[in-house]
């Protein structure tokens, strides 16, 4: 009668411990690593003092095993866990498989897991991390990006929607033949006039992104930047961003990796959640931009919000001779040399 009445106590013991959301992203995490708790608060991003609160609760339910290293303890799901706590686990496991906060976790897990070396690997690569920090030291991080920015062709004019303090318009400005800025709001763009003002090649202009203030097949490229997130109509924006493309340009996006953190989105004032791949690249298309593709980007490590996307897309169509097209006539920041909306 007693072993009757333990059975469902045990599994009510069990449950409420795969209750807990940030129980159930640790155990994913240590079912298949061996993590610090250190890293573990990175790859979750939080507190110290929640973590080890949480990993008490896994251990004591013999969910999690610990073991000394050095002056590190590290945790793993312990493999002892058979019968039904087994199948729970399995059917908790492959329900939360789409949670956008465990792609967010794996997405951190994979850089975090990337920076780990072995002592013979590190003894081994000793020269090349010497050449590494000597590189940083003498000549600083900045001009890879210069080098990787001189390979836009000279001859393209650049939309860069969603312009924000004018941070990329800036960078791209001396790679390109000229750089049309667009963002609606009034402060960003005072700020962004400030950052351009030694380019003469930069024209910013306000106006919405499902309305932009551009002429059809104008510019050759078109980046947005974090700021598709803040659109209402994401799906208008990029076809507006399509209709402002010459044949044969390209769009690029940057912008969150669907996640479930609505606090950050309420702080942000974002109007969405992110994006998945999959739909970015299908809404790239449906605006008329071909062999749309995305994919999720590693975090920075110390990166503290969401993880990104990167999705470009080409539009159709054959591409306009550079040599041919009629020169800019109105000076930088001049806003009615293209017909505004």
Known sequence: MNQIAGQPAALLSWMGTLSDPTRLRLLRLLERHELGVAELCDVLQLPQSTVSRHLKVLGDEGWVKSRAEGTTRLYRMAEDKDGAPRRLWTIAREETGGWATVVQDQLRLTRLLAARRPAAEAFFAGAAGEWDRLRRELYGDTFTQAALLSLLPAEWDVADLGCGTGHTAAALAPHVRTVLGVDQSAAMLRAARKRTADFANVDLRQGSLEALPVDDDSVDGVLVVLALTYVADPRRAL??????????????????????????????????????????????????????????????????????????????????????????????????DVGAR
Request: proline share 6%.
């Open 239 to 336: 076809r507006e961003a399509s209709r402002v493309l010459r044949p044969g340009g390209r769009v690029v996006v940057v912008d969150l990796l669907r996640h479930d953190r609505e606090d950050f989105q309420r702080q942000m004032g974002q109007a969405s959640l992110g994006f998945d791949p999959e739909a970015l690249a299908e809404m790239l298309g449906e605006a008329g931009l071909g062999g749309g593709r995305a994919r999720a980007l590693t975090p920075e490590p110390k990166a503290k919000g969401p993880a990104l996307v990167l999705a470009t897309g080409t539009k159709a169509g054959r591409v306009v001779s550079l040599g041919t097209r009629p020169k800019k006539g109105k000076g930088k920041h001049d806003h009615d």
